[in-house]
C-alpha cells in the first residue's frame, strides 16, 4: 500500500476513507481534518480560551498537542480522580499528563477531587444509602461538574473533550437502544453554553480510535495504555464491541451511523419531544451551576451526603 500523496510506502490505511499515508502525510492529514471539523461545527475560533480535559490518556493527550500545532489557545485540566486499582492508575495518568505539559511547554491545572472535597471517587462511590452506587455514574458527575467549575473560575470560553468516533458510536448506540431522548438532543459535537454553563465540544468525534492510536504512537507522545480499572466489564465496552463486529463486516459503519445522526438531528427529523424538564432550570444554592434538580445539584448533594456520613 503506498501513500496517496507521496507514494512512498503508507503507514497506515483507512478503508472507510479509502485513503493510505505515510507517517509524515498522516501526521499532517490528522490536524488538517481537525481543523476542519472545528470549523463546520463551529466549535470555537483563535480568539477564544480553551481548556482541554486531559485525563493522560491518548485521546485527550492528542487533542491538545493537534490545538496546539494548529495554533489555538489551549491550556489543559487534569482532575485527580484518586484511583488505584493496583496499577495506580491516577497516580501514573497524573505522571505522564504532567511530562507531556512540561516536554511541550504547556499550561496545566490540576485538580484533586479528594482535596478539594475529601473523598476520592471510590470512596464517594462506597458511601452507603446515597444510591449513587457504580463508580462510573459518581465519576462522570464529579468530572462534568469540576470541568465546569475550572473553566468557569477560571474564564475559559470553551471546554473540549477527546471523545473520539469510538466512544461517540457507542453512547450513541446506547441511547438509541433505550431511546434516551433527551441524551440524544443533547449528544453532538458541541454542546452550546448556556448561563453558568461552559460550552462543550468534541474535535475528535470523527476520528477513530485507531486512528488516534496512530496519531499519538507517531507523534511520540507517551500516554497510559491501562484503561481505568472501572471501565472493565461496563456497559459500554460491550457496545464498543458490538459496533467493531459491524465495522468489520461494513468499513464505515461507525461513521455512517454516528453523520448520519447528525444529519437527522439537524433536519429535525428525529422524533423526538422536547423533554419539559430541560425548560426547569435554576441556579444551584451551593455551587451556582445549573441544575434541574429541586434545590442543590445532584453533585452537591452527593458531597453534602457522604461527608455527613463521614462524621
Ligand atoms: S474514569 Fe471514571 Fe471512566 Fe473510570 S470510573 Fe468510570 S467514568 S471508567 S471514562
Ligand atoms: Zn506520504
Ligand atoms: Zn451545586
Redesign the pocket.
Known sequence: MKCKKCGEKASIHMRQHKLALCKEHYLEWVPEQTERFIKKYEMFNREEKILVAV?GGKDSLSLWDILVRLGYQVDGLYLG?G?DGGINYSHESQRLTEEFAQRNNLKLHVVDVEKEYGQS?PMLAQSSHRGYGK??A???LA?RHEMNRVARDLGYDVLATGHNLDDEAAVLFGNTLHWASDYLLRQGPVLPGTDGLSRKVKPLCRFYEREMTAYAIMRGIEYIYE?????EG?QSIFYKESLNLLETARPGAKLIFYLSFLEAKKSGNLFIEKNESLRHVHACPKCGQPTTTPDFCSFCRMIEKAAAEVE
Do not use: D, R
Not at 484503561?227 to 471501565?231: G, Q
Open positions: 485525563s480522580l484511583i471517587i463508580p462510573c459518581v465519576c462522570g468530572k484503561e481505568c480499572p472501572f471501565a461496563s
